[in-house]
Each structure stands twice: as C-alpha cells, then as structure tokens.
C-alpha cells in the first residue's frame, strides 16, 4: 500500500537572502546602529549641546539635533519600519527588508523601541514567508 501525494502541489522556496545580502544587510545595520548610537549619545543627550540649541544657536548640530528629536517624538522611525516589514511581509523582498531593518534599529535606540520591535519580529516573520514567484 503506498499513498501517493498527487493533490498536493509541491512546496515553495522560502524567502532566503543570499550570503551577499547578509552582508549588505549587516553593513547596513552596523551603519544605521552607529549613526543611531552617535546622534543619541553625542548630540541628543549631550547637555552642552541642548543648552547651546535651546538658548538659540543656529549651526548644523542643532537643526539635525531638532530634526530628529522632531522625528523620534512623531514616532516616525517606528511607522518606517512597521511600513517596510508590513511590505516585506505581503510581498518579500531585499530592499524592503534592507529599509525595515534600518528604520528598526534606528527606532530601537532613538526611542521608537515598540513599533521598532514589533517591525523587528515581522522581519524575521517574513523570512518564513514564500519566495515570489519567478525569482
């Protein structure tokens, strides 16, 4: 007695960046995660720096110091990232996932941690998802 599988259609490649795009992807990340942790820790939280902005001094430090305050109280690196992993998720693929992963980590250290993280386990949900057809 042997039970053939005629009904069932054979199963799909899952969405698996190549090792190339791991690399990319972790450059990216590195970078966003370096740029995240200077603006905080240098520019944001730096008091000197606050009291210089805040008593009126017009330089470039300031306008990105209030660009991203501006940015991070609108919760606008969590929305990026909850947006690129929703994209990734439907319909996956590298640059999606690229710009969530950044946008996310951006917002975990830039003080989006909740709709960071939740765009973070959508991303490693995605890679479980199909590959699109014809790649």
């Given at each position: 007695?042997?039970?053939?599988k005629?009904d069932?259609a054979p ?5 698996v960046?190549?090792?190339r795009?791991w690399i ?5 990340g590195?970078?966003?995660?370096g740029?995240?942790?200077?603006l905080?820790?240098?520019?944001i ?6 009291l210089?902005?805040e ?9 990105v110091r209030?660009t ?5 109280v609108?919760?606008?690196?969590g ?21 969530g992963?950044?946008?996310a ?7 989006n ?12 949900l ?9 790649r």
């Amino acid at each position: 007695m042997t039970i053939e599988k005629e009904d069932e259609a054979p199963a799909r490649a899952l969405f698996v960046p190549s090792r190339r795009a791991w690399i990319l992807f972790a450059a990216l990340g590195l970078v966003a995660l370096g740029a995240a942790l200077f603006l905080r820790y240098s520019i944001i939280q730096n008091t000197p720096i606050g009291l210089a902005c805040e008593a009126g001094e017009e330089s470039l430090t300031c306008k990105v110091r209030l660009t991203v305050i501006l940015m991070f109280v609108q919760d606008t690196f969590g929305w990026i990232a909850m947006i690129a992993a929703g994209v990734q998720l439907w319909r996956p693929n590298r640059v999606a996932f690229a710009v969530g992963l950044v946008a996310a980590l951006l917002g975990l250290v830039l003080y989006n941690t909740r709709a960071s993280a939740l765009a973070v386990a959508l991303l490693v949900l995605s890679l479980a998802r199909p590959a699109p057809e014809g790649r």
